[in-house]
């Protein structure tokens, strides 16, 4: 065998071995899928539309929340902004993984940026320079974007027939989806402690009826995080 058909065998290996790991996330972020479709009809967008908002923006949470805005008819600007810093994580995550994207070709680096999930993270953010494979992330990171997608399709289409289909309480899989992202990558004290400061700020701020909430509980979650980091190295 030549060089050349090992070399095709093997990335095609590790592409299949992506899709395969990124199968459970995949299952698990289908709900979350079927409601940003029929969410998307429901706030008045056309289904063109709507399917363009998950093949171009590709981030759930940021789509839930625009629609959500659309509906209540805020403006561009506002909607941006918040786009913004919802997405805004995933700026830490590029900062996190460019060591081992930065030095690959530029249609590398578009390609595995543009389909940088929580969940591709989760997969391969951890994984060290050398152990990283462009192919792998691709395969799971390709794999999610069309399970998402056609999900979405699916909720378009689900949208336009079944009345109320968000109330079926299907918002859940956004929480599960988080959950099972979160819960594995705790290993150190300084992430149970962003993690736990994060959740009670959420509830607290919540109950208590105060706008931008969450992102007040996401920016106290990661100080606390880095508070604890800073003191554990301190004393050693």
Same mark, same amino acid.
């Given at each position: @065998?030549?060089?050349?058909?090992?070399?095709?065998?093997?990335?095609?290996?590790?592409?299949?071995?992506?899709?395969?790991?990124?199968?459970?996330?995949?299952? &698990?972020?289908? *709900?979350?899928?079927?409601?940003?479709?029929? +969410?998307?009809?429901?706030?008045?967008?056309?289904?063109?539309?709507?399917? &363009?908002?998950?093949?171009?923006?590709?981030? =759930?949470? &940021?789509?839930?929340?625009? /629609?959500? @805005?659309?509906?209540?008819?805020?403006?561009?600007?506002? @909607?941006?902004?918040?786009? $913004?810093?919802?997405?805004?994580?995933?700026? $830490? %995550?590029?900062?996190?993984?460019? !060591? #081992?994207?930065? #030095?690959?070709?530029?249609?590398?680096?578009?390609?595995? =940026? +543009?389909?940088? /999930?929580? !969940?591709?993270?989760?997969?391969?953010?951890?994984?060290?320079?050398?152990?990283?494979?462009?192919?792998?992330?691709?395969?799971?990171?390709?794999?999610? +974007?069309?399970?998402?997608?056609?999900?979405?399709?699916?909720?378009?289409?689900?949208?336009? +027939?079944? *009345? &109320? $289909?968000?109330?079926?309480?299907?918002?859940?899989?956004?929480?599960?989806?988080?959950?099972?992202?979160?819960?594995?990558?705790?290993?150190?004290?300084?992430?149970?402690?962003?993690?736990?400061?994060?959740?009670?700020?959420?509830?607290?701020?919540? $109950?208590?009826?105060?706008?931008?909430?969450? @992102?007040?509980?996401?920016?106290?979650?990661?100080?606390?995080? %880095?508070?604890?980091? /800073?003191?554990?190295?301190? /004393? #050693?």
């Amino acid at each position: @065998m030549n060089t050349q058909v090992h070399n095709t065998l093997n990335r095609r290996s590790l592409f299949i071995q992506g899709t395969v790991a990124m199968v459970p996330l995949s299952v &698990a972020v289908i *709900p979350w899928g079927l409601l940003a479709g029929s +969410y998307a009809i429901e706030s008045g967008l056309s289904p063109l539309e709507s399917q &363009a908002l998950s093949a171009i923006l590709f981030a =759930g949470s &940021a789509q839930l929340v625009a /629609t959500g @805005m659309l509906k209540a008819g805020a403006g561009l600007a506002t @909607m941006l902004l918040t786009t $913004l810093f919802i997405t805004s994580r995933h700026f $830490l %995550y590029s900062v996190s993984m460019r !060591e #081992k994207i930065g #030095k690959l070709p530029l249609r590398w680096r578009l390609a595995l =940026g +543009y389909l940088l /999930t929580d !969940e591709l993270f989760a997969i391969c953010g951890n994984k060290s320079e050398q152990r990283f494979e462009p192919w792998y992330a691709l395969g799971a990171g390709l794999s999610f +974007y069309l399970c998402w997608n056609i999900a979405t399709l699916i909720g378009i289409v689900a949208g336009s +027939y079944i *009345p &109320a $289909l968000n109330e079926l309480g299907l918002e859940f899989a956004v929480a599960a989806t988080f959950i099972a992202l979160v819960i594995p990558n705790i290993k150190n004290t300084a992430t149970l402690s962003a993690v736990v400061i994060a959740l009670v700020l959420s509830v607290v701020l919540n $109950l208590a009826q105060l706008e931008g909430a969450l @992102m007040l509980a996401s920016i106290g979650g990661m100080l606390a995080g %880095y508070l604890v980091e /800073t003191c554990t190295r301190s /004393t #050693k």
